[in-house]
């Protein structure tokens, strides 16, 4: 007899192969998810579900998907997916950014290598394409790492419509008094010659030429120094080059500052930091000889240290103790604070550098040269003329450019600004911020900071590619004109033509036939030149999307329930979004917001082709599978910066095929399987449906708080311990080896299809490929991706938490646990290894003694795996002997009822089994 053949083997046909495959099974799902619409299917089965919008912040379209991206769009599509299978439906239209510096740089390099120099109608043209060919590559990348969406209608913000959209909302912003347009210095790249916003700033290590430059008395008005020669005060600074447009030097009204003799020479400095200025600048011999409140000191005035004109004393309580002297040197140009104070004394804001970062005529001797080279230039000028007492290198916090990672400067210029203050704005949104829940709390700190602290915004760009801003000037007094009626008519224009109309066409084309200006009469306009900062495009977006105001059908509600993005937009997108939404509907866009951190390599090092650590999303997915990639990021905690590496990527692999060879046993032991076979349960496969029941309630409250490291650790977790480890373990003898038809066997199958179908529904939003499959070959209705979580109910959770069998359970493998330890010491003995050659004697306290007798002793020997159980009262021990009984030869285990049949040893259940 081929006792072989009467087992209950799994059929490798029936359930999922050992190796995945992932690089050629996932192509094939996502081929029938194509043809069956899935995401559409989807929506269709949630139809009459409440809403729940994921709204996407759009990546721009300027390149192929990079690791982060995928980071991003996988952790959005997780909240997708799980929110669906939570019963909601989940409308989500991903986003495509096409406008702003990105995508024209990409352009330009392409010009640049063909030696052309385009027209801006030709550059805007070569942006569209550009973005159009990318907005393909990046769909066809994010549908590969299996993210679900309305991908045959996106929202992309070079849409005629959209266009259109993004400049009523601008018109909104007007209406309500919250654009306008001002003098003022704005943080501006010489390198793309553009204004920026602070959102658009980030701060690195930089190393400036610090100054100290003496100003000689010129006059005296409350004859303070009448008494003293050579009277001069010290600044100290690490911009060299603003030292042309230098206008005033401040000192703080409320400190006290000192005469300091220094031979023939008297400085005035804050007294505070004498002793630290003599030892810097080498003063061997000095006397203070006079002190006076800085108050005193305002109108006096000082002689620029190279021009022959006036540098005024002015009061500002924005001056420190922390470095320098104490008095500030004051360029209204080049600087907030210095532009503010130059306001208040009536200062001019001469124009000294310009839009390349060099300086202009206003300069005089200093024309023509950049910025970066008055670190030499303008020092050796205050050398050679007396003035500079010290210059040495200094390392500092700098801005930056965040796009070409190239320094800034500060510039005063005319540009559009959203008022933050206008109609108490500010403080509107910092009312709104506690209100939206934050994940991490943290993030909450973070957007109060940002908010609180950030000046008006600059929303106008001096650059070709992007929606230019719909204002009209009078063509004789300048004046703009904000008027709706104006604005509207560009939107109409836009919505028709797109926005390279507005550079297309003359302002008498756009304007109603025979508009007058409203203020001063003119009926001759010329149209504004700069475009509107990216971001005004971006945090419109919840308004064009959510209010449906570009396709109808994306309309839902507002506000949306979740914003996921990088921890940067808390000062981007996250920002934006908030002021044009508290400043049009008077709340903020969002419900929830979620935050990630960025992508690194093993060793916490920056990616990057340079040094050959990036890793490429979709070439990862065709090496390991789309669903490593997802593994990957639900495993890594997102809320912190992660890391990512060919060598991680492998070990999260090992886990991933954790979970499927548990799928893959759970599937096998379900051949023959009849869903409506009705037998009792045996209380090990009523405890493990109890626990696959918590681990689905702990998932969806993981689930709920975005903790995808916390679903996937307590899927892998109870795979590999209450399943593999546990139950599967237990139930291998009785599902091979108990008649096919036995209520034993059918009980555990029972179990299995119980822990299956929650457990693959509970995986399918991080494991969407493997998911898939499972619940195919599982013969399920529909797409896994159709279902919702089977979330017990109050009254099962109540009976289940510290329920009678979960106490016998724990108790159970508690005791198994410390006896597989003693086995594997004793192992060896008499040449034994098999735990089915030896009887365990287990000595208990009487309490649990009493829970172990609950069970039959062949039950136990079941679940220790060992010959026979002997239980005996006292102190806790665990000891072997060598089973005396027959080994079956069907089912490998030694029992007391084993015989022979001919000359083939079996148990009375093996007997029965093949009928003899």
């Avoid at 917001?593 to 090092?605: I, R």
């Avoid at 287990?842 to 062949?858: D, H, K, N, W």
Wanted: aromatic fraction near 10%.
């Amino acid at each position: 007899m081929d006792l072989r053949n009467t087992l209950n083997l799994p059929d490798p046909a029936f359930t999922i192969p050992m190796k995945a495959d992932l690089p050629k099974l996932e192509p094939s799902i996502l081929a029938k998810w194509d043809e069956g619409q899935i995401y559409h299917s989807i929506q269709k089965t949630r139809k009459d579900a409440p809403v729940f919008v994921v709204h996407d912040g759009p990546p721009y379209t300027n390149s192929p998907v990079h690791i982060g991206t995928a980071l991003n769009k996988i952790l959005k599509d997780f909240a997708v997916k799980t929110r669906s299978m939570m019963g909601y439906r989940v409308p989500y239209v991903p986003g495509f950014d096409n406008h702003g510096l990105p995508i024209e740089q990409a352009v330009m390099k392409k010009f640049s290598e063909q030696k052309v120099s385009p027209s801006v109608v030709e550059l805007r043209k070569a942006c569209r394409e550009h973005a159009a060919v990318y907005i393909k590559v990046q769909t066809d990348q994010f549908k590969r790492l299996g993210v679900f969406g309305l991908w045959e209608k996106p929202y992309e913000t070079m849409n005629f419509r959209f266009e259109a959209e993004i400049i009523r909302v601008f018109k909104r912003m007007a209406e309500g008094g919250y654009v306008y347009k001002g003098l003022r210095p704005t943080l501006w790249s010489p390198t793309s010659r553009t204004a920026l916003a602070d959102t658009e700033i980030v701060y690195k290590d930089h190393v400036s030429k610090a100054i100290y430059v003496r100003f000689p008395l010129m006059d005296d008005p409350n004859k303070l120094f009448d008494q003293y020669e050579h009277f001069y005060t010290i600044i100290w600074t690490t911009t060299p080059w603003t030292i042309p447009a230098n206008l005033a030097v401040a000192f703080h009204p409320l400190f006290e500052y000192a005469v300091v003799a220094v031979g023939s020479n008297h400085y005035l400095v804050l007294e505070a930091l004498v002793p630290k200025l003599g030892e810097l600048l080498g003063w061997d011999d000095y006397e203070v000889v006079e002190k006076l409140d800085g108050i005193n000191l305002e109108h006096v005035t000082f002689r620029h240290p190279i021009y022959d004109r006036k540098s005024i004393a002015v009061m500002a309580e924005y001056v420190t103790t922390e470095d320098g002297t104490g008095v500030v040197h004051t360029a209204p140009s080049h600087g907030r604070d210095d532009f503010y104070t130059g306001q208040k004394y009536g200062l001019p804001v001469p124009n000294t550098v310009d839009e390349r970062g060099i300086l202009t005529a206003e300069t005089g001797e200093f024309e023509g040269i950049s910025y970066k080279d008055c670190d030499t230039v303008v020092v050796d000028r205050l050398r050679e003329l007396g003035m500079l007492l010290l210059v040495s290198d200094y390392s500092h916090s700098y801005p930056y450019a965040e796009r070409d990672e190239k320094p800034v400067i500060f510039r005063a210029t005319e540009q559009w600004f959203v008022a933050i203050d206008h109609d108490n704005l500010r403080t509107r949104m910092m009312e709104a911020i506690p209100d939206v829940q934050w994940f991490p709390p943290q993030g909450q700190n973070r957007i109060e900071a940002m908010v609180s602290g950030r000046p008006d915004w600059c929303i106008s760009r001096q650059r070709p590619w992007g929606v230019g801003i719909p204002v009209f000037y009078g063509a004789k007094t300048r004046t703009p004109v904000l008027d709706p009626v104006a604005i509207e008519s560009v939107a109409k224009l836009v919505e028709q033509e797109g926005s390279d109309a507005w550079f297309e066409r003359d302002a008498a084309e756009i304007l109603p036939v025979g508009y007058v200006h409203p203020e001063t009469g003119e009926t001759e306009f010329v149209k504004e030149t700069d475009v509107l900062d990216v971001w005004f495009d971006s945090g419109s977006t919840s308004l064009c999307v959510l209010e449906g105001n570009v396709e109808p059908e994306w309309k839902e509600h507002w506000p949306a329930d979740l914003y996921f993005e990088g921890s940067d937009q808390h000062r981007g997108w996250f920002n934006s979004s908030l002021v044009i939404g508290m400043a049009t509907r008077g709340e903020a866009p969002y419900k929830q917001v979620a935050t990630h951190g960025w992508v690194l390599d093993e060793k916490g090092m920056k990616l990057s082709k340079r040094l050959g650590n990036s890793v490429d999303p979709v070439e990862a997915s065709d090496k390991y599978g789309a669903d490593v990639i997802r593994q990957w990021v639900a495993s890594v905690d997102y809320a912190n910066d992660v890391r990512i590496s060919d060598n991680l990527l492998k070990q999260f692999g090992d886990n991933y095929r954790t979970i499927r060879n548990t799928l893959r046993f759970l599937l096998g032991n379900l051949s023959g399987f009849n869903l409506h076979d009705q037998v009792p349960l045996l209380a090990l496969d009523e405890w493990i449906m109890e626990q696959v029941d918590l681990l689905v309630t702990d998932c969806w409250e993981g689930y709920g708080k975005y903790d995808f490291g916390f679903v996937i650790n307590a899927i892998h977790n109870f795979c590999a311990k209450e399943l593999s480890k546990q139950y599967l373990d237990s139930i291998k003898d009785r599902m091979y080896c108990e008649a096919a038809q036995s209520p034993l066997r059918k009980s555990g199958q029972i179990a299995c299809h119980y822990a299956l179908t929650r457990i693959v529904k509970l995986v399918a939003p991080i494991l969407a490929f493997t998911a898939e499959e499972t619940w195919q070959k599982l013969g399920g209705e529909g797409s896994v991706h159709e279902q919702t979580f089977d979330a017990p109910s109050e009254e099962r959770l109540q009976d289940i938490e510290g329920s009678e069998l979960q106490n016998r359970f724990a108790t159970v493998w508690g005791v198994r646990e410390d006896a597989f330890s003693a086995f594997e010491q004793w192992k060896g003995t008499d040449g034994i290894k098999d735990s089915q050659d030896v009887i365990v004697t287990i000595v208990e306290a009487p309490g649990t003694l009493s829970i172990l007798r609950t069970f039959e002793i062949e039950e136990l020997a079941i679940l220790f795996k060992m010959s026979w159980v002997e239980l005996q009262e006292g102190e806790p021990a665990v000891s072997f002997q060598k089973s005396p009984y027959m080994k079956c030869e069907r089912s490998r285990i030694r029992r007391p009822d084993v015989e022979m049949v001919g000359d083939i040893p079996l148990t009375k259940r093996d007997r029965a089994a093949v009928g003899l």
